[in-house]
């Protein structure tokens, strides 16, 4: 039910904007903006169910929690960077969006450092 909901938030904040847009853009932008941090809420709440089942998952299959952390790490800061830039973007402000999807993707890098020095060691075992 939670999608007709995301669904009839982001259909309303777009009519208003439409409405809104030819008398003041200023508050356009501000609803477009709202309805953004307003869906982002609402998913945010589910995320915390999905981290639970994932580390049920990780114990049951003998994964280090290390890894699945990483995981989840480098996912989040690709959505949130994603939902910045978005939000940027509507706001008319690509510059300062694309540095958010750098900044974005340096700290994936920096995050998933650990795992793939764990590859290339795993790697190197196997080819001597």
């Given at each position: 039910?939670?999608?007709?909901?995301i669904?009839?938030?982001?259909l309303i904040?777009?009519?208003?904007?439409l409405i809104?847009?030819?008398?003041?853009p200023?508050?356009?932008?501000y609803?477009?903006i709202?309805?953004?941090i307003?869906?982002?809420?609402v998913?945010?709440?589910?995320?915390?169910?999905?981290?639970?089942?994932?580390?049920?998952?990780?114990?049951?299959?003998?994964?280090?929690?290390?890894?699945?952390?990483?995981?989840?790490?480098?996912?989040?800061?690709?959505?949130?960077s994603?939902?910045?830039?978005q939000l940027?973007?509507?706001a008319?402000?690509?510059?300062?969006?694309?540095?958010?999807e750098?900044?974005?993707?340096?700290?994936?890098?920096?995050?998933s450092?650990?795992?793939?020095?764990?590859l290339?060691?795993?790697i190197?075992r196997?080819?001597?």
């Open positions: 039910m939670e999608i007709g909901q669904v009839v938030i982001g904040s777009v009519i208003l904007g809104l847009n030819k008398q003041n200023e508050w356009s932008m609803i477009r709202a309805a953004g307003i869906i982002f809420v998913i945010l709440e589910r995320l915390g169910v999905v981290l639970d089942v994932v580390k049920r998952m990780s114990e049951k299959i003998d994964i280090d929690i290390i890894y699945i952390e990483i995981v989840f790490k480098v996912l989040g800061i690709a959505y949130i994603e939902f910045g830039a940027c973007k509507d008319g402000e690509s510059s300062i969006a694309s540095k958010i750098f900044a974005g993707k340096v700290l994936i890098i920096t995050v450092a650990p795992v793939m020095l764990a290339m060691d795993i190197t196997i080819i001597p």
